[in-house]
């Protein structure tokens, strides 16, 4: 692995010293990210932020920030369309989700999922999926789960233009199959989560997510690699990290997962404003003569 400089291990700032107007995230450049920018950064050795997002407004505000990544997650059925699982996400779903946030954005790379059912089939339904969130979407890349069993889908689409990102370890489609737990604890489990990582890698994937898994395997992972690791909960040896935004700015209600580390309390700002709103319109108090128009 790339070994970095004093400069680089420490905090954005440093890494932006180290880099220059190349930094994902503080760099100058305003022009849209591409993949090939990320396999530089997995190069530099610098760490880098990716955030999911599902609308316009939304990805606009992090596009400002500088968020380098986003994703256009099926984690959007959980947030955003009231289902209880990813699993009954669509592609026109995905499709309409996945344009808006290209449309709020400038900088951004943006990946678009694909969802349950839209590349299982095999290569060729992968990229008849793919293909739409490129054309109709705009999307820089796609992202699909599964390592060895997905390896001929990923390879299709890499042959055909298309930049994939992987996604292994726990991958929530398959809920039904395996539930919401740690992946690669055990020898077994371990050398099968090392396998697929390097399937992947092989078939050309860009970049690969692991979910839920054990930081240490995390990190031997990310040593393995020539390509980037983005982690979500697998510890802080990974080369990137995502978290689902509206588990990172507190509108998520209950128990949140351990990983996560929430930067607001957007439920209770959200929730006090629309209170204070109806209690204006009950007491009368709103609208007021400099709200009316004459």
């Given at each position: ?5 004093a ?46 997002a ?50 709020g ?71 039904n ?51 980037p690791?983005v ?26 997962p351990?990983?996560v ?19 204006d ?14």
């Amino acid at each position: 692995m790339t070994q970095l400089s004093a400069a680089q291990k420490q905090p954005a700032e440093g890494a932006l010293k180290a880099t220059g107007s190349k930094a994902l995230y503080g760099g100058k450049s305003t022009r849209r990210i591409t993949v090939r920018d990320i396999t530089a950064a997995k190069e530099r050795g610098e760490k880098w932020p990716m955030l999911t997002a599902y609308d316009a407004m939304t990805a606009s505000v992090f596009d400002e920030a500088g968020i380098p990544v986003m994703l256009v997650g099926d984690s959007a059925g959980n947030c955003h369309l009231g289902y209880e699982t990813t699993v009954p996400v669509t592609m026109d779903e995905m499709t309409m989700l996945s344009a808006a946030v290209v449309r709020g954005t400038s900088r951004a790379l943006i990946v678009g999922d694909l969802p349950f059912g839209s590349y299982q089939e095999g290569p060729v339904q992968a990229l008849r999926s793919a293909t739409r969130l490129v054309k109709e979407a705009g999307v820089g890349a796609v992202k699909l789960e599964g390592g060895e069993r997905s390896h001929r889908q990923i390879e299709l689409l890499v042959e055909s233009g298309i930049p994939v990102m992987a996604h292994i370890g726990l991958t929530p489609q398959s809920v039904n199959a395996m539930g919401y737990r740690v992946q690669g604890r055990g020898e077994e489990a371990a050398h099968q989560l090392l396998r697929d990582a390097k399937a992947v890698q092989d078939a050309g994937a860009f970049a690969v997510v692991l979910e839920l898994v054990p930081a240490e395997l995390a990190a031997e992972v990310t040593r393995t690699l020539h390509i980037p690791t983005v982690g979500i909960g697998a510890g802080a040896e990974t080369d990137a990290q995502v978290l689902v935004w509206t588990d990172m700015l507190g509108l998520t209600g209950g128990r949140m997962p351990k990983f996560v580390k929430q930067y607001a309390d957007l439920r209770r700002v959200m929730g006090d404003a629309a209170k204070a709103f109806a209690e204006d319109v009950v007491g009368g108090t709103f609208p007021l003569e400099e709200h009316s128009v004459h």
